[in-house]
């Protein structure tokens, strides 16, 4: 079973930043946070992953709150090519399954 | 990153028959995974390719109805049998290349008539 919640759905107007929050109420200390997105008709793409430390790359940023109960996905400044369905998983880095929940669809309005 | 090749990329199918989908990556994995998505839904794990054993199968996927081949570290492949309308889904295969990122395939879309 997932063990993240998403929200179904989110906006976002061209060129603002699309904040995507998740929540991992019963991580354990050795699980990851990994964020993955579907283009439509498309494999999933990996975008970043976290254990604890806010993480950036050339893609998005990862705000993991000190708790680590939750987190977000930051894409700083989106394009209609970001609309797509983004899923939040945890996952052990020594587990290699990765289970997949209903993540959500976030549409970046012109 | 990695590479990896779905075949056939989609495939129309009587019910009754079995479909075998591969997957080829262009370097060496250990761990090779098959997902189904049905229309609509997230991905679902089906099982977990070993290279020289028996693939590990998720609770709900019995290995009589999808059997997985490993033959070597680059290649895989998934036998959709006796195929019901239920069927119907894209099917696809990633890789672990140890940096803790799964890479995905392009999938297979299956329609069942």
């Known amino acids: 079973d997932a063990k993240t919640t998403q929200p179904p759905s989110m906006d976002c107007a061209e060129g603002r930043a699309a904040n995507l929050p998740c929540n991992h109420s019963?991580?354990?200390?050795?699980?990851?946070v990994y964020w993955y997105r579907q283009i439509h008709s498309q494999g999933p793409q990996y975008i970043i992953h976290?254990?604890?430390n806010n993480e950036t790359n050339e893609m998005a940023s990862l705000i993991i709150t000190e708790d680590r109960k939750s987190s977000t996905l930051i894409l700083p400044h989106a394009t209609l090519r970001d609309t797509a369905v983004y899923y939040c998983?945890?996952?052990?880095?020594?587990?290699?399954?990765?289970?997949f929940g209903a993540g959500t669809r976030l549409t970046v309005k012109p | 990153s990695a590479v990896i090749s779905q075949k056939p990329s989609r495939d129309i199918c009587q019910r009754g028959t079995s479909l075998t989908i591969q997957c080829q990556v262009d370097?060496?994995?250990?761990?090779m995974f098959w997902y189904r998505q049905q229309p609509g839904q997230s991905l679902t794990l089906i099982a977990t390719?070993?290279?020289?054993?028996?693939?590990?199968?998720e609770s709900g996927f019995v290995i009589d109805k999808f059997p997985i081949s490993r033959p070597n570290l680059t290649f895989s492949t998934l036998t959709v049998s006796n195929m019901s309308p239920e069927d119907s889904s894209i099917y696809l295969c990633?890789?672990?290349?140890?940096?803790?990122?799964?890479?995905f395939g392009e999938g297979s879309r299956l329609t069942v008539l």
């Open positions: 990633s890789v672990d290349k140890g940096t803790g990122e799964l890479f």
């Open positions: 019963t991580i354990s200390g050795n699980e990851y």
């Open positions: 976290g254990l604890k």
């Open positions: 998983i945890v996952r052990s880095y020594n587990n290699n399954d990765m289970r």
């Open positions: 370097s060496q994995v250990t761990m």
């Open positions: 390719a070993n290279q020289g054993s028996e693939a590990t199968y």
